[in-house]
């Protein structure tokens, strides 16, 4: 596979899948972009109450993503997003909001559960420059 040594704008990338499920430092990544992904610490400090950041992304996925991506945390939205499908349906309207096209689609588990889908796919937002999308027709 042929992979962009070079990028005229800054890539970043959004999976929403848990952190233990994701292999990006050893494999996957041959860019130097910037990535987020969702975290499923223990609790360590022993605090009351403690939710970490997977189940409250789970529990309202299209409200973690709205404050996440607000205009008042200064962050801009991923030119990417990697998720399992079982989310594609609930986050319907963000991707369209986002511009975003499924890219990729590749087999995951025979075994998938509410939060882990039968397949990964791969979101790439159409308002980027077409050599973001190099993941397109690649593995279909």
Known sequence: MKYPTSLTVCAS????????????????????????????????????NYTDEADIFFENPNKWLDESYSAQSNNNLPTHIVMFEVLSNTLHAFLTKGKYKNVLSMFHTDFPSTRIGRYINVFSCIEYPDQYNYFEGRFR
Do not use: D
């Open 13 to 48: 990338l959004l999976t929403i899948r848990l952190f233990h499920l994701y292999i990006i430092r050893s494999c996957h990544l041959h860019l130097n972009i910037s990535a987020r992904i969702l975290t499923c610490e223990p609790n360590l400090n022993g605090i009351s």
